[in-house]
């Protein structure tokens, strides 16, 4: 790459790629250079920008020769969406790389914006796998790796209790195992995880997409409120709302067959495909499509687009459950 090199572990590298979907891992890869350069230099400079903040010559500004050589990294997020005039001054970045600055590449993966991961991955910047977790196995493996990574041991039963009471979200997965270890001692068994989180599912952002999907609006209304209440943070509850929708979605569209069949082809568990069975009732392409669209404006809204989170809940609470009921669109 440049004239700048480290070892490809190293936080500090010039750039780092960050590849994948799942929210918290490119968070964390974010963070961890994030940490790595404030360790360095207290006073580190931290730009994190989105796609759309960054146009043609911003990436020169931001990382132009400073008269006092602060240390900065920049974050971009949402790489694949750069327009074509912004990527051309990535790759021409890529060449020559600024003295004590750090960039943070964020991208999704797949095809939309391959050029650009290609020319990064050619010019041997860090990479950091973010794969979106789909399967009961690998939330499983990560509950592991959590209470490994702090220290602590926990039985096979209790990370599966966990798994089984929390559900897919890795953030409120992650919590919950740094609650476990800061409020207990000793090794953390299926028991001790039982008096933590049992009933706590009912209280939690996925009881709100149940109740939402299954068109009880009233039930997931209060639900929301609930959770709100005990500090669920919203953009959780709108990425619980899009599983929700999306699981009637694909099982709608997937072809007849035994639980166990369909588990294995849309990476459901399956017992979530007999309770998505019960909840897709009255359910219609149009529906999901407009259960989808209102909880895209709240995940913006949640996310600094709007004034009231709570409001852009509840909004999207009341559509999808309109569009669980036939003529309730």
């Not at 700048?4 to 891992?25: H, I, K, N, W, Y």
């Not at 005039?85 to 939309?112: M, Q, R, S």
Request: charged share 25%; glycine share 8%; proline share 5%.
């Amino acid at each position: 790459m440049a004239t700048r090199s480290r070892s490809s572990d190293d936080p500090l590298a010039p750039v780092t790629l960050a590849v994948g979907q799942e929210d918290l891992l490119l968070d964390r890869a974010v963070q961890h250079v994030v940490a790595a350069a404030r360790a360095s230099d207290a006073d580190t400079d931290v730009r994190d920008l989105t796609s759309d903040q960054v146009q043609p010559g911003t990436l020169a500004e931001l990382t132009s020769p400073s008269l006092f050589a602060e240390r900065k990294v920049v974050i971009v997020r949402n790489a694949q969406d750069l327009s074509a005039d912004t990527v051309k001054d990535v790759k021409a970045y890529l060449g020559a790389p600024a003295e004590e600055i750090t960039l943070v590449l964020l991208h999704a993966g797949g095809a939309k914006g391959k050029g650009l991961l290609d020319a990064v991955r050619k010019a041997g910047a860090r990479e950091v796998a973010c794969p979106r977790t789909t399967k009961p196995a690998e939330r499983l493996s990560f509950v592991r790796s959590e209470f490994r990574t702090l220290g602590r041991s926990a039985t096979p039963e209790a990370c599966q209790a966990l798994v089984d009471s929390i559900g897919s979200d890795l953030r409120e997965l992650a919590s919950a195992v740094s609650q476990l270890v800061a409020d207990v001692e000793g090794t953390i068994d299926e028991a001790v995880v039982g008096r933590y989180y049992t009933g706590r599912a009912e209280a939690s952002s996925f009881t709100v997409a149940d109740r939402a999907v299954e068109g009880r609006a009233a039930e997931a209304l209060e639900a929301l409120r609930w959770s709100l209440s005990t500090g669920v943070a919203p953009v959780l509850i709108t990425s619980a709302l899009a599983q929700g929708v999306r699981a009637i979605g694909k099982l709608s569209s997937a072809r007849g067959g035994r639980p166990a069949d369909l588990a294995r082809e849309l990476g459901m568990p399956p017992w979530k495909i007999d309770r998505v069975r019960q909840q897709m009732r009255g359910w219609t392409p149009d529906g999901v499509a407009a259960a989808l669209r209102a909880v895209a404006a709240a995940d913006a809204g949640v996310k600094g687009g709007g004034d009231d989170p709570e409001y852009a809940l509840e909004k999207a609470v009341v559509a999808v459950a309109r569009a669980a009921r036939p003529g309730g669109r």
